[in-house]
């Protein structure tokens, strides 16, 4: 049976079977993967516990028919105190369905893996919803739709301001954002958050401070701006919306 290595990070999982999970991973190697964990879910497994969501591990794969199969795992870090607390977790939720509607599967995007370890270590330590926010804007950009911010992308004129535009392509003028009713106004703050980000190193990041309402927005803009590439609402965004009501 061919065997292969990875480095992955666990983006989510399922249940599959009597025993088996379907496991979401995101691998330095090979981009966006779905494999299967066989008898996971009974007490016996060697692997139980060690594919929670968020984990990050050296993986031994088995190619599979359908699905290739986890067949050893060496956890590099479990991540068990970012699953502990809701309000990481939620965001780490986001951060986890941004990569899996983004980054079509079985393509590799190592420059995106790193971001996504950055991200992990940043929701753990810093304000995860500057975490979150970070890594959707710096990720689109790895992707190739990285948000205009200074020329409008419609019509190549002066965007400083805070009109949020997803449908047209980031920070537009006035006059381009009145022609999309989806637009959103940011206000300074957040606009110039949002902009601050979009070049950030993650130890840059880790060291803005935002208010509350600020921060909302920053996360609205970057929300609405995957959907809109995504061309589908993200899971992730109505949980985060019941966590604030
Ligand atoms: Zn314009």
Excluded at 2 to 20: F, I, M, P, Q, S
Excluded at 119 to 126: I, K, M, T, V
């Amino acid at each position: 049976m061919a065997v292969y290595k990875a480095e992955g990070v666990v983006l989510g999982r399922r249940a599959l079977g009597e025993a088996d999970r379907v496991v979401d991973l995101f691998t330095r190697e090979f981009g966006r993967l779905r494999v299967k964990v066989k008898a996971v879910r009974r007490t016996t497994s060697r692997l139980a516990g060690r594919l929670e969501p968020f984990t990050h591990a050296r993986l031994l794969l088995a190619r599979g028919r359908a699905l290739d199969v986890v067949a050893q795992v060496e956890v590099l870090d479990g991540y068990a105190d970012l699953r502990e607390d809701l309000r990481r977790l939620s965001y780490g939720w986001l951060v986890a369905d941004l990569t899996l509607q983004l980054v079509p599967e079985a393509e590799p995007h190592p420059e995106v893996f790193a971001l996504l370890v950055e991200a992990l270590q940043l929701l753990r330590e810093g304000d995860p919803v500057v975490a979150a926010g970070w890594y959707a804007l710096r990720l689109f950009g790895e992707l190739g739709y990285r948000p205009a911010s200074g020329r409008c992308p419609s019509c190549g004129g002066e965007a400083g301001g805070d009109r949020w535009s997803p449908a047209l392509g980031g920070f537009c003028c006035p006059r381009c954002s009145e022609a999309d009713p989806g637009h959103l106004r940011l206000g300074g703050e957040a606009a110039g958050a949002t902009r601050f980000l979009l070049q950030a190193s993650a130890q840059e990041a880790g060291r803005l401070r935002l208010s509350e309402r600020a921060t909302g927005r920053v996360v609205a803009a970057v929300v609405a701006y995957a959907e809109a590439r995504a061309d589908r609402p993200l899971r992730a965004a109505k949980v985060l919306q019941a966590l604030d009501r």
